[in-house]
């Protein structure tokens, strides 16, 4: 009973044999846990048992790992047996105490391993009564300059006590050393009562399998984004973009400097050291840039898909209609605004869009027409008027030919010196944007009806001769024709229906008929030869 007692209370101030008692372990080696070092407490809760003397743990008390025989107590966490269905396992205590607890292996020696791999079993059934307190199961490597993680489990397959254990292996490729230990720690919520197995650890060879490594890529453009489809953990990546560049990582991005077509390889290392490549071949293109360029006359507009590279276009004009052509020709059915899209490709399959919007009018066809009002010692007023223009215009813009100009549909224009020599130009705008212009000179410019009905001058504008057509042609008593300037230049007898006038200079003058009861006054344009 002494005895008893003593071994327990002993085992509580347990402590780990230092390296300096255990010589560094050979690989390949197996732990199963079974041999009498590793003895199991006398009771469920308070006493620890005793490990390998190689072999540590953070804790004693609280919350531990201890060796274990057969089905853990209670219903809802730890394993009913070990892996094999019998023989010892270790597992966490959870009485109260630390949210982790850490078990460490003795230092191996594992150069003389081609692929070295530590393996292990665990059996973490996370119950519904203080289960949920699983948080993480830690596994961490030293190869004598301190630890680092290799490795961070955080599911499990067991559903209940007595589910199969699962099997974990980490290849070390990635962290070798000549010398290794290790250690495995649980992390649990604050006094979760959780019991963690942990069965047959080994650090052994291992066949390094074959893999595949696909990849994606995306982009336009010289640039290309790279990414490995499944990627694995502790698993190196190289890209080789096949003009000389590379790079490391899961995702790259690559510009490349021309258009053309390359290999990009993609050479990967497992986490045991095997070396596989996978290889696509991509094309390079110039990046897309549409411009719409059209030329509108009236309703039919001519389209052209400008940019590089440009093997399909797509046209969608705004109205319904559509066209494939790079260079379509449309006509629309009414004037209006419209907003036209064009999609584009290239021979690498990239698509870009772009949008105009444009203004369809009716046909612009500017016209005006003037008449002489007044010429006398203060100038020649003439009046302009663009009215019988045709077009949606926005804007009428004159310039009278003497340096002067002005805007309106109808303007009034003194001249200071008269004359028909001045060329007058008429530019419209329309709501389009369309500027067209007409030119004519006073010459074309027609005059105001004569005050007496049926009273009728011909040619006027005139070069040689001029008639006159009326029932009153032989009623008038005399004519007169005078230079604006007051001076009577011809005298038409009584009766006269035709007149020679080659003899006058080209320019403004007045017909003057005198009859029995009034005069009437007639302009009369002489007209250059």
Not at 255 to 263: D, E, F, L, Q, R
Request: with cysteine; aromatic share 14%; proline share 6%.
């Amino acid at each position: 009973m002494l005895t008893a007692l003593f071994l327990s209370i002993s085992s509580l101030f347990y402590s780990a044999t230092p390296d300096s008692v255990c010589t560094v372990q050979s690989a390949p080696s197996f732990e199963p846990f079974e041999d009498s070092q590793w003895q199991i407490g006398a009771l469920i809760f308070g006493n620890p048992g005793q490990l390998d003397p190689c072999w540590s743990r953070s804790d004693t008390t609280g919350f531990y790992w201890t060796p274990f025989v057969g089905s853990t107590s209670g219903t809802w966490t730890g394993p009913d047996f070990g892996v094999g269905g019998s023989g010892k396992y270790l597992y966490t205590s959870p009485s109260s105490g630390p949210s982790s607890t850490s078990l460490i292996t003795p230092r191996y020696y594992i150069a003389p391993l081609d692929t070295p791999a530590v393996e292990f079993y665990t059996h973490i059934y996370n119950g519904p009564f203080g289960g949920g307190g699983f948080n993480s199961f830690v596994v961490d490597c030293d190869t004598g300059n301190g630890w680092f993680s290799i490795q961070t489990i955080s599911t499990s397959s067991q559903t209940s006590k007595n589910s199969p254990w699962d099997a974990r292996n980490i290849y070390l490729e990635p962290f070798r050393a000549d010398t290794m230990r290790f250690k495995f720690t649980v992390n649990r919520a604050s006094n979760a009562y959780l019991k963690v197995g942990f069965d047959e650890f080994s650090i052994r060879d291992t066949t390094c399998q074959s893999f595949s490594s696909p990849f994606s890529y995306n982009g336009s453009g010289f640039t290309r984004n790279f990414s490995v489809v499944s990627p694995q953990l502790n698993y190196t990546y190289f890209w080789y973009f096949g003009d000389g560049a590379s790079s490391q990582g899961l995702t790259s991005t690559h510009t490349y400097a021309s258009t053309g077509t390359y290999t990009v390889n993609l050479v990967t290392t497992s986490d045991c050291g095997r070396i596989d490549s996978s290889q696509g071949t991509i094309q390079i293109c110039s990046p897309i840039q549409p411009v719409i360029s059209s030329t509108i006359t009236g309703n039919t507009v001519s389209f052209t898909a400008q940019g590089s590279g440009l093997t399909n276009a797509s046209w969608s004009f705004g109205d319904g209609a559509t066209s494939t052509s790079l260079n379509p020709t449309h006509t629309y059915a009414s004037s209006g605004v419209y907003v036209v899209q064009l999609s584009t490709s290239n021979s690498c399959g990239e698509i870009s869009s772009t949008v105009d919007t444009l203004f369809i009018c009716d046909v612009l066809v500017p016209e005006f027409t003037a008449q002489i009002l007044t010429t006398n010692a203060q100038g020649m007023t003439v009046q302009f008027d663009a009215q019988v223009s045709l077009g949606n215009i926005q804007s009428y813009q004159w310039s009278f030919g003497d340096n002067t100009t002005g805007v309106g549909k109808t303007v009034t224009k003194t001249y200071i010196i008269p004359g028909l020599n001045y060329i007058v130009t008429l530019t419209t705008v329309d709501s389009c944007g369309q500027s067209l212009s007409i030119a004519k000179p006073l010459t074309q410019v027609s005059v105001p009806d004569t005050d007496m009905p049926g009273l009728f001058v011909y040619p006027n504008p005139a070069q040689d001769r001029i008639f006159l057509a009326s029932p009153l042609s032989h009623g008038f008593l005399f004519g007169q024709i005078f230079h604006p300037s007051g001076k009577q230049v011809a005298f038409l007898p009584r009766g006269t229906a035709e007149w020679d006038i080659s003899y006058l200079s080209p320019g403004m003058y007045y017909l003057v008929l005198t009859f029995s009861d009034q005069r009437t006054t007639v302009p009369l344009i002489v007209a250059q030869p």
